[in-house]
C-alpha cells in the first residue's frame, strides 16, 4: 500500500535534476570569500508574529532574539510553508510550494512518525552533504517515520536527536527520544514522572554538533518544539512568572493511552507556562550565538530564526490575550496572515547590514538562498526565488516571485494566494470545486478585514486561474471534492 503510493507521489511530483545555485558566481565568492560558510536555520514551533519583544510583545522578554534581529535583518514579509507543520517543513527541505510538494498534511504513521518524504526528492540536507557539508537535525522531524524513506538519515541528515514523530513532539517529557536510528529510553521520564524536560537535552546535543563540527563547514537545523502544546516547563523557568496572570486552568492528559504519547497535560497556569517557554527558546538561541563566539564561528555564519506557522490554541494556549498574531488576522490552520505570516531574522556579521526587507519571500525560498551562498546545488524543478541579494545588499539584483501560493488539505480544503499587494482566499473545496474567494489588499488591509471580491472581478478571475494552475493532484493529501471521490 504505501509502496504504490510512493510510487504515484514520485511520479507526480516528477524527477528532479539539480544546478549549482542560482549561476550567479559573485554572489557566491561574496558570501563565502575563502571558506564555506556555516548555516544555522533556527524553527520555533508555533511561534506568532507578534510573541517576541521587537514585534511589539508585551508580556515576554527576548532579548537574544531582539539583538539578533537588532543586528541582523528582519524580513517582515516572510511566509511559513503551510499553516501547519509537516507541510510546512516538506516546503522547507524541498524547495516545493504545497501544490507541489510530497508532504501536504499531517498524515499520521502509526504507532509512530508520519507520513514520509519519498527517496525522488533531493533535499536541501543531501544538496548540502553533496557540497561538503556535514548536517544535523535537532529537534523535531515529522517527514517520516523511523527507518522509512523519509527518516532524516534516509534524506541526507548525518546526526540526527529529537522526535521523529510530531505527535510524540506534542509532549516535554517524553518516554524516548532518537539519536539517529537509536531510540534513546529515557527512564527518568517513567511513568508519570517528569524528569528530563526534551529540549533541554536537545539543545544540549545541538551545542555538542557546533564543537563537534567546528573545523568544518556544517548546516545546523534546530526544529524546536517550543512553543508548541502542551504548555509545560521545568519549575526555575516557570518560578518568576507564576501570580503575575490571571489563569484559566486547562484540564488535559493525565493518565490513558495517549498520556505523554500525544496528549497535553494540564495545566493549572497556562500562561505563565506559555511565557516561560518562549523565554527558555530566547535563552537557547542566545547560548547558541555564544557558542559560536566562544569557538569563534560567528562571523562565518548564517543564523536565521523563524516560525514554521501561526500561533495555535491547543493546550490552554491564549494566543488573543498575548496578541500573538500581532496586527494579522487568523491563527495556525488559517490561510489568513495570522496562520502563514511569520517572524524572520537573518543574521550574518559583516555580511548582512542591520536593517529590514520588505522583500516578500518564503520557505521555499531557502533551498535556492542556501545554494546561491554556498553553490550547493539546488534542484531546476524549484518553485523558490533566492534572497541572497537581499540579504548581501545587492537589491538590484533580487528576482522577485510573480507570486506565492499555499494549499491545506484540512477544515474543508483551502487555497491562498499573494500576487504584489492582493491576496485571495478559497474555503471549503472538499465540498464546492468552485467556492467563492475572498480578496484583499495588504497594502491597504493587512489585516485582511475588506473583502474587495465584488469590486475587482477581474482580479479574482486571474487570482483563481493561478490558484488551479499551481495545484498539482498529489495521490496522498487530497484538495478538491473531485480528487476525493476519484479516490
Not at 498534511?105 to 502509526?110: A, D, F, S
Not at 501570580?243 to 500562561?271: A, F, L
Not at 490554541?313 to 511569520?342: C, H, M, Q, T, W
Amino acid at each position: 500500500m504505501q509502496n504504490s503510493t510512493c510510487l504515484g507521489l514520485f511520479l507526480a511530483i516528477g524527477l528532479y535534476s539539480c544546478s549549482s545555485g542560482s549561476g550567479d558566481k559573485s554572489l557566491q565568492d561574496e558570501a563565502s570569500q575563502t571558506t564555506k560558510p556555516n548555516i544555522i536555520y533556527i524553527l520555533a514551533d508555533d511561534l506568532g508574529y507578534g510573541d517576541l519583544g521587537f514585534t511589539g510583545q508585551e508580556y515576554m522578554e527576548t532579548p537574544n532574539l531582539d539583538r539578533l534581529a537588532e543586528e541582523g535583518m528582519f524580513f517582515t514579509q516572510h511566509y511559513s510553508g503551510s499553516t501547519v507543520c509537516a507541510p510546512s517543513r516538506s516546503t522547507l527541505v524541498s524547495g516545493l510550494h504545497t501544490g507541489h510538494a510530497p508532504v501536504r498534511g499531517n498524515y499520521e504513521i502509526q504507532p509512530e512518525g508520519q507520513y514520509p518524504l519519498p527517496d525522488s526528492v533531493f533535499t536541501v540536507f543531501e544538496s548540502l552533504k553533496d557540497a561538503g557539508y556535514t548536517t544535523g537535525a535537532f529537534g523535531k522531524w515529522g517527514l517520516g517515520y523511523p527507518g522509512s524513506e523519509g527518516d532524516p538519515n534516509n534524506q541526507g541528515v548525518d546526526i540526527f536527536y529529537g522526535y521523529n514523530c510530531q505527535r510524540m513532539g506534542h509532549n516535554y517529557y517524553p518516554y524516548h527520544l532518537w539519536h539517529n536510528q537509536d531510540s534513546v529510553v529515557l527512564e527518568e521520564n517513567a511513568g508519570k514522572n517528569l524528569g528530563l524536560y526534551a529540549p533541554n537535552l536537545i539543545h544540549e546535543q545541538t551545542l555538542k554538533f557546533i564543537e563537534d563540527n567546528q573545523n568544518n563547514p556544517f548546516f545546523l537545523y534546530v526544529p524546536s518544539i517550543i512553543p508548541h502544546a502542551e504548555l509545560i516547563a521545568p519549575e526555575e523557568q516557570m518560578e518568576k512568572h507564576l501570580g503575575r496572570y490571571e489563569e484559566t486552568p486547562y484540564k488535559g492528559v493525565d493518565e490513558g493511552p495517549t498520556y505523554k504519547i500525544g496528549g497535553y497535560m494540564s495545566q493549572e497556569n497556562p500562561r505563565a507556562a506559555f511565557v516561560a517557554m518562549v523565554e527558555l527558546l530566547d535563552r537557547q538561541v542566545g547560548e547558541i550565538l555564544e557558542k559560536l563566539d566562544q569557538l569563534g564561528l560567528r562571523e562565518n555564519t548564517l543564523v536565521v530564526f523563524t516560525s514554521d506557522n501561526g500561533p495555535h490554541k491547543e493546550g490552554g494556549a491564549d494566543p488573543d490575550f498575548f496578541n500573538s498574531n500581532g496586527p494579522y488576522r487568523g491563527y495556525k490552520r488559517d490561510l489568513y496572515e495570522g496562520g502563514i505570516r511569520v517572524p524572520m531574522i537573518a543574521n550574518w556579521p559583516g555580511k548582512i547590514a542591520p536593517g529590514s526587507s520588505d522583500h516578500p519571500s518564503s520557505f521555499w525560498d531557502m533551498y535556492a538562498t542556501i545554494g546561491d551562498l554556498t553553490g550547493a546545488a539546488v534542484p531546476d524543478n524549484t518553485d523558490g526565488v533566492s534572497f541572497a541579494p537581499t540579504l548581501l545588499g545587492k537589491p538590484g539584483k533580487q528576482t522577485k516571485h510573480e507570486y506565492l501560493y499555499w494549499e491545506f488539505i484540512e477544515q474543508g480544503g483551502k487555497q491562498a494566494i499573494r500576487k504584489g499587494d492582493w491576496k485571495a482566499i478559497r474555503l471549503n473545496l472538499n465540498k464546492d470545486p468552485n467556492p467563492p474567494i475572498e480578496l484583499y489588499n495588504l497594502a491597504e488591509d493587512p489585516g485582511e478585514q475588506n473583502n474587495l471580491a465584488a469590486q475587482h472581478p477581474e482580479r479574482v478571475k486571474e487570482l483563481k486561474a493561478l490558484m488551479e494552475s499551481s495545484h498539482r493532484p498529489n495521490p496522498v493529501f487530497k484538495l478538491y471534492a473531485s480528487e476525493i471521490a476519484a479516490e
